[in-house]
């Protein structure tokens, strides 16, 4: 169920990711919906249920790839998040990097939770046809 739960939410966060854009440019009223709140938010459901979904099931089988898989997005999420996000803060009344960075965290955001939701799922596929007794 945790399982489930955590790709729920990184592919809610993909979502909001791609979608975020769009929104914001068409529906101006909507901005405050899609704020840093509410990603940041996404964030901090998405790293604890990820982890409860994806560490008792692949304590079973050990698959040492889809951990690989896994760190590595959970790692793509927290620095798109954490230092991208805290340097393009510091940056958009000072320079004309800003919206470069703005670009680079959503590209960085939603691979990470792209290959998260990646690896929860698979992760969970294995634990059903993993063959190996325990």
Known sequence: ?????????????????????????????????????????????????????FLPAWLKHKNYALLRYFILGLSLVLVSQLFIHTAHDSLVTRSSIAPNLTYIKSVVMFLGASILAFAVYKNNKHTHVCNHKH
């Open 1 to 53: 169920m945790l399982s489930n739960m955590s790709i729920v939410f990184s592919s809610v966060c993909v979502l909001h990711c791609l979608l975020t854009p769009f929104f914001i440019l068409l529906l101006p009223a909507l901005a405050e919906f899609f704020s840093d709140t509410i990603e940041f938010a996404l964030i901090m459901a998405v790293v604890p249920l990820s982890l409860l979904g």
